[in-house]
Structure formats: structure tokens, C-alpha cells
């Protein structure tokens, strides 16, 4: 955990740590904000998971939650969306290879070489943070988008790991939606029968653990009816009887201002499980 | 005044509006937050000016301002930091020309014709703002670096225009620092005689008004000892008699993360003064 970005941000201090990943094959980067009462104790931890084409500066820049984490004790690790570098494999489009892991463990070539999201969100990356930075052990997670369905994913896969779970706009049901068809076609193959593990409407049906999921969503996103579609995660939750709080939120789009918008109300969510 | 982009923040709206200007010769883009008590009633504006290479965009995706503004009623105005287009005359470098006009009228070729961001900032924004938004005619001004200059100048020379100003991390006095020397040289011509009159620190001598000046200065920042240098307002202001609060922050960088930490204290400390 080699640092390479220091700033002071509301009394704490926003880094960038770059790694080797044994997992992904790759140097990654990863933002990690450390709020002022870092310095005398551990703290738990808020993993952000980013969307489409962001990298690990998208967050810490736009969103404001560094007031916020810096309120309420609570470290921020906001990781990239991908595996990066000259011999990880790509594709053209926005939507695939680089800048878009779906946070799943690829199957399929040229992706499963590097491909390793799930791998890298849930084990490797805790295990560094919590080796190297001032963190307790007590983890939440959120996320935007495609970081979104990557939260609600990892926390409904991974009992016991995660004191509570949120997201914003995310893909909650990637396998009938054109962006999750197009990367789950391309990481995990033809066959459609192993991509209802990496879809959150359907893993809520056999979650082992009723961890509540709070879901803000704009009412004015431009994604909500072609990507997005939230009803399909509610009426799985009302089915399986899983807790779920979905807000649709008038006007807004899906863009960082929704985010900044709402985001306090997130953290302070997630405080409250960490804090308990 | 078109407006180009609109996204709900924070129960408002952050806009950006293009529109012809006259005095620029140009096309220009400004970003506007209009807090949500902006739909039944007029409200006084705080105008920022923002930095080197920076945009309309940089200040309504970085700083986290709306919240504060749509705390206090208060509408934020953005503009751009040079005229824009194919006919404006640029430079080599990021701290000449395009993005670099440095809030000052330009006498000297080839940038006399576009370069008057003075008269833009101090009249013909506020008379487009006031004609075409629900502002009340209220104003205060407030920058970053090249654009906290530009706020302690405008203010300085604009006597009964602002109810109040701040700046961050300021170029209190660009006669004596290379960035104003080669800005100043270019669009004012090698007679230092001419310089004077938009420095901050020469200004507070015969300033007419003894408006207070409330500064930021981050204590970590990479620029303090070659291009900021606040020692010389401070001295200025003392020999003056002129208000003046100058706040170290140390760790601080010229950071957007240093500005989002303290815009709160400065729309508080406008908000006072715009709704006295």
C-alpha cells in the first residue's frame, strides 16, 4: 500500500494508496479517507463502489461525504471499478472491459484472467485496509449504478460481512437490463443459467440474511426505465419478505448531484449499524 | 441566457446557462444554483470566481457549495474564467490566455479585444443575472487562487457593488509573484504603472470602501511561498487600517478538498451580510 495522494479534507485526510493485487494481476488504485478521529482510534468502514467509467477519484471528488464521514467517524474506501493496465483485456464502449467490472469474478476469455471484482471488494481489499489503515473490522457497503448492483450483489452474497448495505440508481436486475446482458453475455458467458448468482432482484429470494436495503433512486434519472427499473427489485423483496426502503426521489437525475444530495443520509445510515 | 444543463441538488436546481456577451465578444457558459426558496422568492447572489485552468464546471462539481446555499437562501453564480471561442487569442501554458484571464480589462494586443473579464464579472453578469433569475440585486463575491485575486480586486475597485468578499488561497498581490508578472506583462504591457490598479495588496491603500476582508489560506499549500504569499495583504491592510480576517489552515492544500472544507464558513459569513 504504497501512498500516492495526501490531502487535508474536513479536519481528516482524503488519500490514494496504489497496490499490487494478487487477485486481479494488477496495480490498483484505491481512495481512502480518513476522518480526524482516525488519528487516536480504528474505525469502521464505508466501501463506496463507483459506476460506469469512474475510477477511484470520482467519488472522493464529487460527492461531499468526506463532512459526513468526518461527522460521524467513519473511514471511506472507495476502490476502482476494474482491473487496469497495458495486458488487462478491454473492449470498445464504455460499457465493458476497463472502467466496467461488474464487481463479479469473470468466467469467460479474455476477462477471467483479471476479471476478479467480487474477489478483490470482499477479500482482498478488506484484508489490506485492515492490515494497513486504522479500521476496526465493522464494514458497510454502497455504491452507485453498476456500483450499486455491485453492493446490494456483494452484501446479499456475502452473510455476516456487511452491517448494513445501501445504493443509488443502481442495476438491480442486470440480467434483463441491455448493461448488465452485454457484460454478463461477455464476463460470464452464453448461458444464462450462471448469471442469476450476480443479480441482486434474483439472489434476494434465497438470501440467507435479511440485511435491509436502502435504495435512493432519481425520479428524473435518464437510466430508470431502459437500465435501471427498481420495481423489479421491490416486488422480489416484497416476495422473499426481505426488508427493503426504496425512495424515489423527484427530479433528480443520475448524476453526482443526486449523490451529494442524499449521500449524508447514507452515511449516517450506515454509521448508525457500524456505531451499534 | 439559455440554459444548457439542469439537475436538481439539494431541493434546487444547479444550471448552466449559455449566452452571448457583448463585452467579451464571445459566447460564455455560467453555472447558476438556484436553492430551492428560489421558486417563490427573489434571493442576493454570491458570485465565485474560480482558479487557473478551470471552467464554469469545477466549483458546482467540486466544492459541495449547494448545500450551504440551500441552507442560507442564497443563489450561487459561476461563470467561466476567460471569453471562449476560435477568435480569442490563447497562449501556450495554462497560466496565459484561455482560462487564465485574471478578472482584469485587457489594454495590450492581441488581447484587448476579448480579455475584459472586469467589466463582464462587475457589470454585464449581474445585469443578466438580475434580468433574467430571481435575484434580489444583493451581492457578494468570493474566489480560489486566480479568482480570489480576482474577488478582492473587484471588490476593492467596485465600492458599494458587494455586501461582502472572501477569498481562497488568494494571489494577494500579483505585481510581485511570477504568475501575475506574466499575465499582468501580456495583457497590460511592460509599464508596471498600469499593474497597480488590480492588485489587491496596492488597492487596500486608497480603497474608498474598508469592506472586510475574510481569507483562507491553507497552511500545506504547494503555492504559498512562490505565488501567494499572504504576508503582503496582511501588511497592506495594517498599514491601511483595513479589516481584514486571514485564516491559516494547516495541512491545507490549493485544493478543491481545502474549499469544500470552508465554503460553509464563507456562505455563512455572505449569507450574514446579503441578508442584513
Given amino acids: 500500500m504504497e501512498r500516492i495522494e495526501h490531502r487535508a479534507a474536513f479536519g481528516g485526510w482524503q488519500d490514494v494508496y496504489q497496490h499490487r493485487s494478487a487477485v ?17 482510534q480504528t474505525l469502521p468502514v464505508l466501501y463506496w463502489l463507483s459506476g460506469l467509467t469512474c475510477t477511484e477519484q470520482n467519488f472522493i471528488t464529487k460527492a461531499g461525504a468526506q463532512r459526513y464521514a468526518a461527522e460521524h467517524g467513519v473511514i471511506l ?31 469467460e476469455q479474455p ?39 455491485g453492493a446490494l450483489v456483494i452484501a446479499l452474497k456475502s452473510p455476516g460481512r456487511y452491517r448494513s448495505v445501501s445504493a443509488f440508481s443502481p442495476i438491480v436486475a442486470p440480467t434483463r437490463v441491455p ?8 464476463y ?23 440485511l435491509p436495503l436502502l435504495v435512493d433512486q432519481g425520479g428524473g434519472d435518464e437510466f430508470l426505465d431502459t437500465q435501471l427499473q427498481p420495481q423489479w427489485l421491490q416486488a422480489a423483496c416484497t416476495a422473499a ?12 437525475d443520475h448524476s453526482y448531484y443526486f449523490i451529494s444530495t442524499f449521500i449524508g443520509d447514507h452515511i449516517a445510515h ?7
Fill in 77 to 107: 474506501v472507495a476502490p476502482d471499478t476494474s482491473p487496469r493496465g497495458d495486458d488487462v483485456a478491454d473492449a470498445e464502449g464504455y460499457d465493458l472491459g476497463k472502467g466496467a467490472g461488474f464487481y463479479l469474478n469473470a468466467t
Fill in 241 to 252: 419478505g426481505h426488508p427493503l426502503q426504496l425512495r424515489l426521489q423527484p427530479g433528480y
Fill in 24 to 40: 486481479l494481476g494488477c496495480e490498483m488504485k484505491v481512495a481512502v479517507y480518513l476522518p480526524p478521529q482516525a488519528a487516536t
Fill in 179 to 186: 448493461w448488465g446482458q452485454k457484460a454478463f453475455t461477455a
Fill in 270 to 276: 450506515h454509521a448508525k449499524a457500524l456505531h451499534a
Fill in 188 to 210: 460470464l458467458g452464453e448461458d444464462r443459467s450462471a448469471w442469476a448468482a450476480w443479480d441482486a432482484s434474483e439472489l434476494v429470494a434465497t438470501a440467507e440474511e435479511k
Fill in 111 to 149: 476477462w477471467a484472467a483479471h476479471y476478479r471484482m467480487y474477489d478483490y471488494i470482499v477479500d482482498e481489499l478488506p484484508a489490506l485496509v485492515e492490515a494497513h489503515l486504522p479500521a476496526s473490522g465493522a464494514r458497510s457497503i454502497s455504491g452507485h449504478s453498476m456500483g450499486g448492483h
